[in-house]
């Protein structure tokens, strides 16, 4: 395990790093996750072996500092994770990031591209939702006030999370958890959407081939990014179906100087 300070006031960011060959890959967890967790299994895989990896968690997350004084925004999460990035000597990345972490992904690329090469999105948020009272994920965490998140809209969350979300949600920060969801749901100016169709680096995004066809998926392909149906697999595609994941993901990534 790796670790530095990417705050003002010392809070550190915890990685577990794999050893292997330049240039390196680095995975991001989503909303509650933590990315040893999601990711271990998919990156020793021989398909994705043999490559520095490092398996990070962002603030607020998994192994990683839990501050009460961070905004947790989607641009304060990926100026965090650059901060981390360069203190591990980390330049020209392939970034492997799921749901939330896509989205700190995308803003990551765009507001520090000399930090990523390539993306690699597991159905990532690349829109605005409402935030809508009983529904799971970022929507439903976002429908409570911090206050009432806090007072106890906590324990509803984690009983409608069911065990497996919960083993990793309970981890994270409750502020950090409900400041992430918020800014989650409100999206960012532009959009991770508009932000993803303007860059200029390879870009894939895997997608459950039962959520049925991405919205926007002309406008993506468009723009350059490949978007790719995984069947028999619900959000959690690597863990769901993680050989179909690493061939898609293998194939993504291969043969970098053909781009």
């Not at 990685?15 to 909303?31: F, K, T």
């Not at 994770?81 to 896509?102: F, K, N, P, Q, W």
């Not at 697999?233 to 179909?244: K, R, S, T, V």
Request: glycine share 8%.
């Amino acid at each position: 395990m790796r670790s530095t300070a990417v705050t003002p006031r010392g809070d550190q960011i915890r990685w577990v790093e794999l050893p292997g060959q330049e240039a390196p890959r680095v995975y991001v967890h989503g909303l509650g996750s933590t990315s040893p967790a999601y990711f271990t299994e998919v990156a020793v895989h021989p398909l994705l072996a043999g490559r520095r990896s490092l398996l990070i968690d962002l603030l607020g997350h998994g192994i990683s500092d839990r501050p009460t004084d961070f905004d947790y925004t989607p641009e304060s999460h990926a100026d965090a994770l650059a901060a981390a990035l360069t203190a591990a000597g980390v330049e020209g990345a392939e970034l492997i990031a799921h749901s939330m972490g896509g989205s700190v992904a995308i803003v990551l690329a765009a507001r520090h591209p000399h930090l990523v090469s390539r993306l690699l999105l597991v159905h990532a948020n690349l829109d605005p939702v409402p935030p809508t009272p009983g529904a799971t994920g970022s929507r439903g965490i976002a429908a409570y006030s911090e206050e009432e998140f806090l007072a106890g809209g906590w324990e509803e969350v984690r009983d409608r999370a069911g065990a497996h979300w919960w083993s990793t949600m309970r981890l994270a920060g409750r502020e950090a958890l409900h400041r992430s969801a918020v800014h989650l749901a409100r999206g960012t100016v532009p959009t991770m959407r508009e932000l993803l169709l303007d860059l200029k680096i390879p870009r894939t995004y895997l997608l459950p081939q039962a959520d049925g066809p991405l919205r926007g998926t002309d406008a993506l392909i468009e723009a350059g990014v490949s978007v790719v149906a995984i069947p028999d697999c619900g959000h959690n595609i690597m863990l769901d179906n993680p050989e179909a994941f690493v061939r898609a993901t293998a194939a993504a990534l291969t043969d970098r100087d053909q781009d």
